[in-house]
T-cell receptor
């Protein structure tokens, strides 16, 4: 059974550019969550999607957005990149959405973004 | 999600049991205790979770105190590959995991 696949694994952008990251969840998983990991702030929740609807959103500016497609694949976009957006972006998938009791999240390997 | 407190680092000898404590004194009745670990620059890996009873799987055991205010993750025979940051998380049914600083476990030969 394939795990959570994130692409690209590494990318370098310059300030002001935008970036789109992709996440393919485990087959059958309908919930996708995104997290940002930086040395200073640790792992922080960005947003969660289920059945193409955003269900929860973390405390990030509007430059961070996402969407989910009918096949449960998800993308996140960061516009007008800043140096502080350099981070490891992690995607996690699960069978069910929030409100489903014991629900295990499976993480991908992440996309490492460097902003110069 | 309730907050958790973990020691920032621990050492363990290879082959010995690693006991990682976690304090979650404000946990509420419907919140589960989850453990994940993260090996350098990889995505967090699920280890185990529990609500009230002790749990065991092929990776580890989870001991939750009767008042549920603390728990211990036990790796019965630590190997060098178990060197990682271990996160204890308490959560309700939501998928918004709140990660703290975790415990950096160093398994030494």
């Amino acid at each position: 059974k394939a795990g959570v696949t994130q692409t690209p694994r590494y990318l370098i952008k310059t300030r002001g550019q935008q970036v789109t990251l992709s996440c393919s969840p485990i087959s059958g998983h309908r919930s996708v969550s995104w997290y940002q990991q930086t040395p200073g702030q640790g792992l922080q929740f960005l947003f969660e999607y289920f059945s193409e609807t955003q269900r929860n959103k973390g405390n990030f500016p509007g430059r961070f957005s996402g969407r989910q497609f009918s096949n449960s694949r998800s993308e996140m976009n960061v516009s007008t990149l800043e140096l502080g957006d350099s981070a490891l972006y992690l995607c996690a998938s699960s069978l069910a959405a929030s409100g489903s009791g014991a629900n295990v999240l499976t993480f991908g390997a992440g996309s490492r973004l460097t902003v110069l | 999600d309730a907050k958790t407190t973990q020691p920032p680092s621990m050492d363990c000898a290879e082959g010995r049991a690693a006991n990682l404590p976690c304090n979650h004194s404000t946990i509420s009745g419907n919140e589960y205790v989850y453990w994940y670990r993260q090996i350098h620059s990889q995505g967090p890996q699920y280890i185990i979770h529990g609500l009230k009873n002790n749990e065991t799987n092929e990776m580890a055991s989870l001991i939750i105190t009767e008042d549920r205010k603390s728990s211990t993750l036990i790796l019965p025979h630590a190997t060098l590959r178990d060197t990682a940051v271990y996160y204890c998380i308490v959560r309700n049914a939501g998928n918004m995991l709140t990660f703290g600083g975790g415990t950096r476990l160093m398994v030494k030969p």
